[in-house]
């Protein structure tokens, strides 16, 4: 809620001092919060040791407004270890990028999407 008050004085011609304080109308400005849904998925269904699973994260801005400063973590799941330079974000390659530490997205635009894909390579069951 937001709302201006104006004070005055005022002295007209006949000498009088005249005073008084003015309201504005309120205004209520409703603030939205982030809405991002985020799905990850992948093809493989069982793996054994040795095996690349390679998986894909899409993180939806279903909000009306931009969402910024976006980082997306998600840790290396127990018995496989993270490929390096393996990291896409909308086709492009982050060779420097690393899930588990956190990938920079930046922002994604109100109702825009990003693809992040990388993988990772099981070493025990």
Known sequence: MNQAT???????PDGRLLSGTSLSN???IPVSSPNVTVV???PATDAV?????TYTIVATNNGIEAV???ILIDPIPAG???VAGSVIV???ARPTGNPASGIIIGSIAAGASTTVIFQVQVISV
Do not use: A
Not at 6 to 12: D, K, V
Not at 49 to 53: L, Q
């Open 6 to 12: 104006g004070t005055f004085t005022f002295t007209p």
């Open 26 to 28: 309120v205004l209520v």
């Open 40 to 42: 990850k998925s992948t």
């Open 49 to 53: 040791v040795g095996d690349i699973i």
């Open 68 to 70: 910024s400063n976006v």
């Open 80 to 82: 496989s270890q993270f």
């Open 90 to 92: 909308d086709g492009i």
